[in-house]
Structure formats: C-alpha cells, structure tokens
C-alpha cells in the first residue's frame, strides 16, 4: 500500500510538474518554438509531441532532484516491522508466515527473568507534540506519554481505573492532565491523581493511576522500570552536545527483536562473533547465507574490542572500546579507521560515540526496550555535528544498521543457553553475565510457561 501510495504521488508530481512546463511553453515565442523543432527533429522523435516529452523530462528532472535533496540533506529513517529482518522466507510463503513459525516452535531455553530494572526508551522527544498523547508498550505494560500545556512529558497506566478505557486512545490532554474518552475523568500527569470528575461532586482520594517515573535527555522520552516499585537509583547522562545544539539529529532505525533481551548487550562482550559475523563488507548484505560470497571478498572490515564493566559510583555502567579498519583488496585504507566507545548505561541504553581525523564526532543512540517477554524493540537515534555533510552520519547509521541486521538473524533463531560451554577466550562472555545479573531483583518477573520439547 505505501508502495502503491508514492508510486501515484510520483505519478501525480509528474503531471503537475508537466501541467507547469506547458504553461510556461505556451509563453515561448514563435523563434524560440522554432528552434525547438529543429533541435526536436534532430533527436529523430519528430512524431512524438515536443511538449509532452518535454514536460514528462522535466517531471523527472524534479524528481531526481528531489531525491537528491533528500539523499543529501533529509534525515535517514529506516524503520522495519516484527518480520521485515531476521528470518528465511522460503519460496511460497510470507515473510509473516516464516517469522510465526520460528517463534512457535524455536526452543528458548532457560532463561534470566524477562524485564531487568532499569531507565527504557519509549519515545523520542520530537515524536510528542505540546497536548498530544501516544500508546506506548514497555515491560508488558500498556502506558499514555503525554505532553501537557506546560511542555513536559508525562508517562501514566493507560487504563482508566473506572472503567477500565484507555487514556491513550482518544484521551485528551488537559493543562497537565488527561482526560479519559469514556466519562471525562482527569488523571493529573505529575501524580496520577484524579483531579476532576465532570458528573461527581467530590473525588475520591483512591482515584489515581500509577505514575511511572520518566525523565527526557537526549531528545528522548524515557521511564524507569523496577519490580518492587523502587524509585530510580541511577540517572541517564545528559550530552551537552545535544542539548547546545552542536550535535543535531541525523535519522534513526527501528527494529523488533524476538530474543531475551539479554542476548542484545551480551554481544558487546562477545568479541570472537565480531572477527566471524562483522568481517565481511557491509555491500555483501544481511542475509547471512550470502555475506561470505566471494563477489564481495574484496572489502573487508577490521575490528579491535574491548569490553570492560566500569568501577563504583557507575557500576551500573560498563564500556566497550572499538577500534574499525576498512581493507580493499587487500589494502588498510587508513582514511576510514574510525575509533567508537560504546557505553552501556543500564540494561537498555547505550551510547556509541564516534570520532574520525576529519568526518567529525557524533553518536548514536542505541536504545532497547522490552514490549514482551522476548519482543524487544531496538532503536538506533544518530545525532552528529551539524558543520558535517548529513549524508556522512547517514552512512554511518545505514553501515551499522547492515550490520547490526546480522545479528538480528542471529537473535531471532537462537536460543538462550545459560551454562554455555566456553573456551579461554571466551571469559568476558562470562564476566558480562556477572555484570549484568545486578539489573535482576528476587522479584523480577520471569517467562512462566517455556515449550522446549515437542510433547504431544
């Protein structure tokens, strides 16, 4: 359908860009016309009408330049749905079809408790207008973010507590409250108090929804998530970059992943699956079936990693130092070494920083936040100087979404294997589960019902 959409918006530009070119030929003179047909005859198309040809090549004149425009100066956003990547599509079937049957019958394994605390993205700032709410799922949970008169963001249950209608669909947004579509109860953002019934003289002090603690940095809207109810115990870091306006947004990627969540972070630690997985040039694709092909065996991709936990006060955080080199046939190209530091903070956000001898500094922000017990929504925000060409920091978020679609297909097969055997050179694997277990409490909530066999 979207297809469909822009194929007929090109159609219609067309028209109207060539209903343009007529009027302004009609204002030619006789001369001018003249010469025309000559240059017309010349092209040995004499039969086919001048003017017609002529307003269907400046159609697409303008159509070129528009995606150059967009190619050059518009941000990238590439944002795919649950089956989109990740998963074989074998001739006959959809790719829905391919995707339902490896998540109903791929074994999971034993796996950690499914929402480790922590701060999760819902949304980027720029997504919530002044008075505008959305429906956002996290940790299982349905929440209304919404913006108030007073231009902050506010995160609440979705659920009335009434009657039980979402506040997010058809919910309006009041002051700093919001009003529920069923019976124009008011939920104050700040609290969830029930500041207003429209029908009731007084309101009960029961009244309320839960109010989750949220804060916005970064130019993201984010919550913080713990099973017992325990107020935030670590803040995001703030990136003056950003908030001066030095770093400006560049585009973002969106993709659902059908894993534990812990598989994603884990893979910083895993330094051998970059040598084997990452290695092969990001023109060989996704399709891990294809990435080694000796077509593209030309351009091959260096790493250098390092990972590390970080000491108190930010125990909560760790780091990973990434040095990158590109070779072409053979030869370093020392041009496109490119030197990252990835820090995680918490279970769901982290930043990857990037500096480069004269494409500049920048950073993407890789954010992951659980929807399900293994339905994680993934998003990679890049933000980069804003004296550098767009297209630079665009290359680099299309570079890493290639090869961050390597893992997907990685993560939606897998399973979760909790006492995995291990070589010498695997110990930061393990080091990094230790690192991670602090973000589980003896109340996280767990996946109840596992199918690993095929009993019938």
Same mark, same amino acid.
Not at 102 to 108: E, G, L, M, T, Y
Not at 160 to 163: A, E, F, I
């Given at each position: 359908m979207h297809s469909q959409n822009l194929s007929n918006g090109r159609v219609t530009a067309i028209i109207a860009l060539g209903a343009g070119a007529m009027l302004a030929?009609?204002?030619?003179?006789?001369?001018?016309?003249?010469?025309? /047909?000559?240059?017309?005859?010349?092209?040995?198309?004499?039969?086919?009408?001048?003017?017609?040809?002529?307003?269907?090549?400046?159609?697409? /004149?303008? #159509?070129? #330049?528009?995606w150059l425009y967009r190619l050059f100066f518009c941000p990238l956003e590439l944002l795919k749905t649950p089956d989109d990547?990740?998963?074989?599509?074998?001739?006959?079937?959809?790719?829905?079809?391919?995707?339902?049957?490896?998540?109903? *019958?791929?074994?999971?394994?034993? #796996?950690?408790?499914?929402?480790? $605390?922590?701060?999760? *993205?819902?949304?980027? /700032?720029?997504?919530?207008?002044?008075?505008?709410?959305? $429906?956002?799922?996290?940790v299982g949970e349905q929440v209304a973010v919404f913006r108030g008169q007073d231009g902050k963001a506010y995160v609440l249950d979705a659920y009335?507590?009434?009657?039980g209608a979402n506040l997010a669909v058809g919910g309006r947004v009041v002051g700093s409250c919001i009003e529920c579509p069923f019976h124009g109860w008011q939920f104050h953002g700040k609290d969830g108090k029930c500041v207003k019934i429209p029908y009731a003289e007084k309101v009960p002090e029961f009244a309320k929804v839960r109010c989750w603690p949220s804060c916005e940095v970064n130019g993201q809207i984010l919550v913080w998530y713990h099973c017992d109810g325990e107020d935030p115990q670590w803040t995001v870091p703030e990136l003056q970059e950003i908030t001066k306006g030095e770093w400006v947004y560049r585009g973002r990627t969106e993709h659902f992943i059908n894993a534990h969540i812990q598989e994603i972070p884990e893979n910083a630690a895993d330094i051998a699956h970059l040598a084997h997985l990452h290695t092969p040039g990001i023109v060989s694709g996704v399709d891990l079936r294809y990435t080694n092909s000796k077509t593209w065996e030309f351009l091959r991709h260096d790493w250098k990693a390092h990972w590390e936990p970080e000491a108190e006060p930010n125990k909560h955080c760790s780091k990973m130092l990434v040095k990158h080199a590109i070779t072409v046939f053979g030869h370093h190209w020392s041009l496109l070494d490119v030197d990252v530091v990835a820090r995680q903070v918490g279970p769901g956000v982290v930043f990857l920083q990037f500096e480069h001898s004269f494409l500049g500094r920048g950073v993407i922000l890789h954010c992951v936040t659980p929807v399900e017990p293994l339905l994680q929504f993934v998003s990679h925000i890049v933000f980069y100087q804003s004296n550098i060409p767009p297209i630079v920091p665009k290359f680099i978020l299309r570079a890493e979404c290639i090869q961050f679609e390597r893992d997907v297909m990685i993560w939606n097969n897998k399973k979760y294997i909790s006492k995995p055997v291990l070589v010498k050179e695997d110990s930061t694997i393990q080091k990094h589960r230790r690192w991670f277990s602090q973000f589980y409490s003896e109340n996280s909530p767990r996946l109840n019902y596992q199918r690993d066999t095929l009993d019938f």
């Open positions: 030929l009609q204002g030619t003179d006789l001369d001018s016309a003249a010469s025309v /047909s000559l240059v017309w005859e010349g092209t040995g198309l004499l039969g086919v009408p001048a003017r017609a040809v002529l307003c269907i090549i400046a159609g697409i /004149s303008f #159509l070129v #330049l528009g990547v990740g998963y074989i599509t074998e001739e006959g079937r959809s790719r829905a079809r391919a995707a339902n049957e490896v998540r109903r *019958r791929r074994k999971v394994g034993e #796996l950690p408790p499914v929402y480790p $605390n922590g701060w999760y *993205r819902v949304l980027d /700032s720029r997504m919530l207008e002044r008075g505008e709410v959305k $429906n956002v799922s996290v009335c507590p009434h009657l």
